[in-house]
């Protein structure tokens, strides 16, 4: 059996997990910035980076206290190399650099999304590869087909906003904080997800790209106009958000041949109506559904452990530390072709 001491500091979370090869999550802390980044309505990429650096090393004590392990017990330490800010991401990094080198214990650079997408597989251990990924959060909109570990082939992405990032902006707009998905999705409860006519940008489209920036300018619109109650915007906005990417799916889904299985994973999979759409579609297709546990969706330190975990039997899978470096940018397949707008995220 495999343990894995996993680190993970490349947004606004601050986390570390200890997880083995049975899929057991030993023990894990994490620290949201929320009340720090909150004033300024997103995330600022230097106060993450300082509270990053002071929370980390206690937080690693902290878990490895708390499941009675010692570091050199640790089959490996796996830390997120990217993409994400960099300051954030360096922190992580060199800290885990440090303890592996210290410690004589192999260190392996993760991408921050291949944790994502690996993360059903630590909650459903009857997930298989081949699987069909819609991968949503704050930075990133994609649809992947994911054959294995370190295999990917991306459908579709985003040529502007991620899907996360327009839920936050629409927060934003209706005045409900920071951090903005759960505080929508809490509101749209109340709503009448008809009330308010909002675009479905590229549905009917026969590339299954997604674009959400002309659904935000409409959410700004709807709001500037005075006409229509939060409740009613944000219920409209999570109708329209969802019905892109019901749509955008079921243009990808027809291009992948072999698929058994639709998986949801990052921040936005923990939205209860995405995942029940999903869900929808999944059982049009005859395919079967699953998703984390929403704990395990929106960022953490335990899929980052797990997708050390996954890569502990491959080839090469640790090279030297000081040969590892920090990525702002880190596309999960890099042989993707580029979409016309989408330059800005990996
Ligand atoms: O995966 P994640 O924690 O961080 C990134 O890697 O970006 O995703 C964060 C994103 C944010 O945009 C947040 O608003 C969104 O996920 N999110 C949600 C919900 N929970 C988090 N969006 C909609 N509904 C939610 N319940
Ligand atoms: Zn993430």
Known sequence: MALVLGIESSCDETAAALVDSERRIVAQRIASQDEQHAPFGGVVPEIAARAHAERLAPMIEGVLEDAGVTLEECDAIAATAGPGLIGGVMVGLVSAKALAMASDVPLIAINHLEGHALSPRLADDALEFPYALLLVSGGHCQILRVDGVGRYRRLATTIDDALGEAFDKTAKILGLGFPGGPAVERIAKEGDASAVPLPRPMVGSGEPHFSFAGLKSAVLRAHESGKYEAADIAASFQQAAIDCVVDRLEVALEGMQGVETLVVAGGVAANASVRAAL???ASGHGMRFTAPPPKLCTDNAAMIAWA?????????????????????RWPLDPDAEPVRGAGVKA
């Open 308 to 328: 050390g975990i996954e890569r502990l039997s491959m080839e090469g899978f640790a090279p030297d530390p000081l040969e590892i470096s920090a990525r702002p």
């Open 279 to 281: 869900e929808g579609v």
